[in-house]
């Protein structure tokens, strides 16, 4: 049952419950760490992807055929994230789990960088760079247009660039650029090959 895609199981889940472990096991990291990166708060972040999981699984027979069940789990968590963030205290959360693999303390600076942005800015780049989400997708969990996704996202490049390399050499001081750094990264957010 493990080689079958997320459609096939969302198909059979709606029969058997037990297939729908499969799916939660697949991707409960990728959804722990989305809400981790956005709150800070492990706590926080445990109960999200608790609350996401149960909630997709309450939809299992309304899941539409098009839509990815990755994706509806993304969404749902920056939905209940971006929730979260609109009431709590501003100094309450700092992005605390490495984004990258690289040494040399940029880890560290992209995790400021990240504790950094607001909320939304955040949400954005983190779907679209970490996650692999498109501007429409992303606009559906933030509330924004496609257009007006592509430009927070641009702006979080722009700002996370300078905090990575102050001196200007390659998007995000070069750490996403390496290839193998890329798949690093992306296997360690839980969807490895992702196309770029």
Known sequence: ME???????VHL????????????????EAVFRLALYLLGDRGEAE????????????????????????????????????????????????????VSARS?????????????????????WLLSEVYGRGDEEIGEATGESPSAVRLIVARARARLAVLMNPDGDGEYGGMLDDP??????????GYPGRER
């Open 3 to 9: 080689d079958l895609d997320d459609t096939a199981l």
């Open 13 to 28: 889940a709606r029969a058997d419950p037990r297939v729908y472990e499969v799916l939660v096991r697949r991707h409960q």
């Open 104 to 124: 040399g303390g940029r880890p560290a600076v992209l995790r400021q960088g990240l504790g950094d942005l607001p909320p939304r800015q955040r949400a954005c």
């Open 47 to 98: 109960k999200v992807a608790q609350d996401v999981f149960v909630s997709a699984w309450r939809q299992i027979t309304r899941i539409r055929v098009d839509e990815t069940f990755a994706g509806l789990l993304c969404r749902s968590a920056t939905v209940r994230c971006l929730a979260l963030l609109r009431h709590r205290d501003p100094g309450k959360g700092e992005v605390r789990e490495p």
């Open 180 to 189: 193998d750094e890329r798949k690093v990264h992306d296997n360690r957010c």
